[in-house]
């Protein structure tokens, strides 16, 4: 940035700086680049400076009337309110546990906040260092505490199974339209499946299932910026066979992990652009029960 203004950037495509991308365009912007949004606001991971508007992030550029927003690559975990997330307990106090969600500070859980009956000191009892919780974000405080709580549908304490661990920033495409491709692992592979909005993905299934999981997340996390991504990994679980393109790569961190106690709830209806569900309208975790195939 020189003299307080930001660098320009050559337009795409014969200069259409204002002219909004088509639907099924899915453009690569850098940050600092000027993005088309004329009659449109800033949203997420963009900044406007005098009038005009900039990508704050590496991401994909969408439209979505009245705000043009980035669609990040990577990034860490920012906690929003309402979002469900995979925590684990790093330190256990008297009254309360400190969990690990990913993001820049650790977030509290007290006792009051979970569905058990538990007197001073009892903590220990009821969840160890090292445990799994899928835990609900209240608020974010102005001090930056992260508020926490186990009550609520789909909550709970995880038991077996196993974690994997992707970019926050595809979970996303790991629900899909309306959940489409969360349903469509679930029902070819009968995993049952919990997905975080900080990345973090808890399946419980066996081992074979299990790694035919682990192989659709490590796709969709590398090749979550192209599109048909849903009808690509239909036919992976149908067939056992990827596309070359697809085939590379260490994919995500997987780890063991203390599956509900208790029955939790799907991602829930959203609708997405492309095949790609909106940030304020994803239930960033649930369940997905296997169905039958058809």
Same mark, same amino acid.
Request: hydrophobic share 30%; aromatic share 4%; charged share 25%.
């Given at each position: 940035?020189?003299?307080? !203004?930001? @660098?320009?950037?050559? /337009?795409? &495509?014969?200069?259409?700086?204002?002219?909004? $991308? $088509?639907?099924?365009?899915?453009?690569?912007? *850098?940050? /600092?680049?000027?993005?088309?949004?004329?009659?449109?606001?800033?949203?997420?991971?963009?900044?406007?400076?005098?009038?005009?508007?900039? $990508?704050?992030?590496?991401? *994909?550029?969408?439209?979505?009337?009245? =705000?043009?927003?980035?669609?990040?690559?990577?990034?860490?975990?920012?906690?929003?309110?309402?979002?469900?997330?995979?925590?684990?307990?790093?330190? +256990?106090?008297?009254?309360?546990?400190?969990?690990?969600?990913?993001?820049?500070?650790?977030?509290?859980? !007290?006792?009051?906040?979970?569905?058990?009956?538990?007197?001073?000191? #009892?903590?220990?009892?009821?969840?160890? =260092?090292?445990?799994? +919780?899928?835990?609900?974000?209240?608020?974010? #405080?102005?001090?930056?505490?992260?508020?926490?709580?186990?009550?609520?549908?789909?909550?709970?304490?995880?038991?077996?199974? $196993?974690?994997?661990?992707?970019?926050?920033?595809?979970?996303?495409?790991?629900?899909?339209? &309306?959940?489409?491709?969360?349903?469509?692992?679930?029902?070819?592979?009968?995993?049952?499946?919990? =997905?975080?909005?900080? &990345?973090?993905?808890?399946? %419980?299934?066996? @081992?074979?299932?299990?790694?035919?999981?682990?192989?659709?997340?490590?796709?969709?996390?590398?090749?979550? !910026?192209?599109?048909?991504?849903?009808?690509?990994?239909?036919?992976?679980?149908?067939?056992?066979?990827?596309?070359?393109?697809?085939?590379? &790569?260490?994919?995500?961190? +997987?780890?063991? =992990?203390?599956?509900? %106690?208790?029955?939790?709830?799907?991602?829930?209806? +959203?609708?997405?652009?492309? %095949?790609?569900?909106?940030? %304020?309208?994803?239930?960033?975790?649930?369940?997905?029960?296997?169905?039958?195939? #058809?």
């Amino acid at each position: 940035m020189r003299d307080g !203004h930001p @660098p320009r950037h050559r /337009g795409r &495509g014969g200069g259409g700086r204002n002219r909004p $991308a $088509a639907s099924s365009e899915r453009i690569l912007v *850098l940050p /600092g680049e000027e993005v088309p949004g004329r009659g449109l606001k800033p949203g997420p991971g963009t900044y406007r400076v005098s009038g005009r508007i900039y $990508a704050s992030v590496l991401g *994909l550029l969408s439209h979505k009337p009245p =705000v043009v927003r980035v669609v990040p690559l990577s990034g860490r975990y920012i906690p929003k309110a309402h979002d469900t997330v995979v925590g684990t307990v790093t330190d +256990v106090q008297g009254t309360f546990w400190l969990l690990d969600i990913g993001a820049p500070r650790w977030a509290p859980l !007290h006792m009051t906040g979970t569905p058990w009956k538990i007197d001073f000191g #009892e903590t220990q009892q009821y969840l160890k =260092v090292g445990d799994s +919780v899928v835990v609900g974000v209240e608020a974010i #405080e102005n001090t930056g505490r992260i508020g926490v709580t186990m009550l609520g549908e789909g909550l709970g304490k995880l038991e077996g199974g $196993a974690m994997i661990t992707i970019s926050p920033a595809k979970i996303p495409r790991v629900i899909g339209r &309306g959940g489409s491709m969360i349903q469509t692992i679930t029902r070819h592979t009968g995993a049952r499946i919990v =997905v975080g909005q900080n &990345g973090r993905i808890w399946v %419980d299934a066996a @081992p074979e299932q299990l790694l035919r999981v682990r192989e659709c997340l490590r796709v969709i996390e590398e090749e979550g !910026h192209r599109s048909g991504l849903t009808e690509r990994i239909e036919g992976f679980l149908r067939s056992g066979e990827l596309p070359e393109s697809d085939r590379d &790569g260490p994919g995500p961190d +997987v780890g063991p =992990v203390p599956p509900f %106690d208790r029955e939790p709830v799907g991602p829930g209806d +959203v609708e997405p652009d492309d %095949d790609e569900p909106d940030d %304020d309208e994803i239930a960033g975790s649930g369940t997905m029960e296997p169905t039958p195939d #058809e």
